[in-house]
């Protein structure tokens, strides 16, 4: 038999009409308020027959093996393989998308594979991944197709990765995280001019994700603030943000730097300097934050782990490529016994840098 058609529109259920003959969609903090057949900003939640529907379920932007360490994660079932893939559009409007082409997208040719919740778990195993990720674009706003993944995951024993800002109301929030195995959630910025001017959002929205998670739930996270030079990387708003993390979620919650691009509607600005992802790095540190990395740039040092107890490198990665392993199966440091936060499970995996785009309709039953 072949994989059954997926009807891509379903219904949703976080909304409530008002007054004035309009929708509300109660999914995230912007709260888009719809008259019939209008759809919010995020593209994929529309309103129709009196009603918020999800318009996307059951289709993705593509699907690709990586290794974990790329979403970044590298306290998550480090050197294993990831299948990652995503749908369309975004709940935030950020000036400087690295994934414009994808989250900002308004046609649904962009929409090119369709697979069915129980067809990509059962591609995740037979592709040997340990997790499934949530990536490209936001999570949140297809998210009744992310928990169904989850739960056919779970079931096979694969777990689940939400590559998010962390832009949700609380209501939905407990109910998306319930089914994630790890996040990686995107702290933009640390003040609340950057997230309304650059953005389109609220820095306090985020913040309450990030408290949210660490004091309620299992969740294993990690932040990662995207470094743009003149807009978002003065030693103020590093020495704010990271006394934030620390006094807020803790030393053990890793924190990725990661360098800017030029892209999408902010082509003005230049790369971000190595030397101001390693001036925030120590800036993290020196905060109390056991875990800070660099990323993307080429920075042994900066993307390797090291020990809170004697200092000596737990994980060494070259890129994405592991160059060192010093805990035992269960975390611990070889050296010293001080245990390295995170979710290890035996011996590093070994995929490596490699990266694989599949054909999801090669993993449909005969």
Request: with cysteine; net charge negative.
């Amino acid at each position: 038999m072949s994989e059954p058609v997926l009807n891509s529109i379903v219904p949703t259920k976080y909304w409530h009409a008002l007054d004035d003959g309009r929708i509300q969609c109660d999914v995230c903090p912007r709260e888009c308020r719809m008259h019939e057949g209008q759809r919010g900003l995020c593209f994929v939640r529309a309103r129709q027959d009196d009603q918020i529907v999800l318009t996307t379920y059951g289709r993705s932007s593509g699907f690709c093996v990586d290794p974990i360490e790329k979403k970044p994660l590298n306290h998550f079932l480090p050197g294993s393989s990831v299948l990652s893939f995503g749908t369309a559009g975004c709940n935030l409007t950020c000036l400087f998308c690295q994934n414009w082409d994808i989250s900002k997208s308004r046609e649904i040719d962009t929409l090119a594979d369709a697979a069915s919740p129980e067809m990509i778990a059962r591609a995740a195993r037979e592709l040997g991944c340990r997790s499934v990720a949530f990536t490209y674009n936001d999570p949140v706003i297809f998210m009744e197709y992310a928990i169904d993944v989850a739960i056919a995951c779970r079931a096979l024993g694969i777990k689940t990765v939400a590559v998010t800002a962390g832009y949700i109301c609380p209501e939905p929030r407990v109910e998306f995280y319930r089914y994630m195995d790890a996040a990686n959630v995107d702290l933009k910025g640390f003040t609340e001019e950057f997230y309304r001017n650059v953005c389109g959002g609220r820095l306090e929205a985020v913040l309450d994700t990030l408290v949210y998670l660490k004091r309620e739930t299992n969740v294993w996270f990690e932040i990662t603030n995207l470094l743009i030079p003149g807009v978002n990387d003065t030693e103020t708003e590093l020495e704010e943000m990271t006394q934030w993390v620390m006094a807020n979620l803790g030393p053990d919650v890793p924190i990725h730097f990661t360098a800017f691009h030029p892209d999408w509607k902010m082509m003005d600005r230049p790369r971000t300097p190595e030397s101001t992802l390693s001036l925030a790095r120590r800036i993290a540190v020196k905060n109390g934050l056991h875990y800070a990395y660099t990323g993307n740039v080429h920075d042994e040092p900066g993307g390797s782990t090291y020990c809170h107890g004697c200092g000596g490198r737990l994980i060494g990665r070259d890129w994405y490529q592991m160059t060192q392993w010093n805990l035992t199966p269960d975390g611990h440091c070889r050296s010293c016994g001080a245990l390295c936060a995170g979710v290890f499970d035996g011996p590093p995996g070994d995929w490596g840098a490699k990266r694989l785009p599949v054909q999801l309709r090669d993993f449909a039953p005969a």
